[in-house]
T-cell receptor, first 114, second 111 residues
Framework: EAGVVQSPRYKIIEKKQPVAFWCNPI?????LYWYRQNLGQGPELLIRYENEEAVDDSQLPKDRFSAERLKGVDSTLKIQPAELGDSAVYLC????????????FGEGSWLTVV | GQQVMQIPQYQHVQEGEDFTTYCNSS?????IQWYKQRPGGHPVFLIQ???SGEVKKQKRLTFQFGEAKKNSSLHITATQTTDVGTYFCAGRRDSNYQLIWGAGTKLIIKP
């Protein structure tokens, strides 16, 4: 069974440019998370989806970040415009009843803003 | 707001020595999960504890959940180089599905 797939793995952009990350969760997982992880720190939740509904986006900086999961399967996370402080790893994760609420993470998208 | 405090931030051990990391929550948790993240990798699920006072073992790893369901620990016996990485706890509240992550404990094996 395929795991959580993310792309791109690595992205380097100049500040003020836009960037988008894509995530395809494990098949059948209704819950999808986007996390941000800075070096040496734990993951910070940005947004959680239950199917296509964003049920927790309280930590998402809505002035520059947006996310969507239109059909309740794959999801995109966008930053526009990017700032230097956005440099981090953006982790997508999914879970569902089939996995007993265990969260499975993708490899992450490593963003460097210069 | 609710926090999960994890200590220590780093632990340096000689190969063969034991390692322990502790998590403490300000509120009662419905369950707690433990993850391992290798350098350059992503968090990988290790185990979930649900019951008060629960103890689970995976080979050299022993996980405990406190009686009050506010604290947890992970103990590794006789560390090996393959144990290197950062160990995170993540607690879930009763009121919703929000998962609160500790800051992680980085296990470093001294050469």
């Amino acid at each position: 069974e395929a795991g959580v797939v993310q792309s791109p793995r690595y992205k380097i952009i100049e500040k003020k440019q836009p960037v988008a990350f894509w995530c395809n969760p494990i098949s059948g997982h209704n819950t999808l998370y986007w996390y941000r992880q800075n070096l040496g720190q734990g993951p910070e939740l940005l947004i959680r989806y239950e199917n296509e509904e964003a049920v927790d986006d309280s930590q998402l900086p809505k002035d520059r970040f947006s996310a969507e999961r239109l059909k309740g399967v794959d999801s995109t996370l966008k930053i526009q415009p990017a700032e230097l402080g956005d440099s981090a790893v953006y982790l997508c994760a999914s879970t569902g009843e089939s996995s007993g609420n265990t969260i499975y993470f993708g490899e992450g998208s490593w963003l460097t803003v210069v | 707001g609710q926090q999960v405090m994890q200590i220590p931030q780093y632990q340096h051990v000689q190969e063969g020595e034991d390692f322990t990391t502790y998590c403490n929550s300000s509120t009662t948790l419905s369950n707690i999960q433990w993850y391992k993240q290798r350098p350059g990798g992503h968090p990988v699920f290790l185990i979930q504890l649900v019951k008060s006072g629960e103890v689970k073992k995976q080979k050299r790893l022993t996980f405990q959940f406190g009686e009050a369901k506010k604290n947890s620990s992970l103990h590794i016996t006789a560390t090996q180089t393959t144990d290197v990485g950062t160990y995170f706890c993540a607690g879930r509240r009763d009121s919703n599905y929000q998962l609160i992550w500790g800051a992680g404990t980085k296990l470093i094996i001294k050469p």
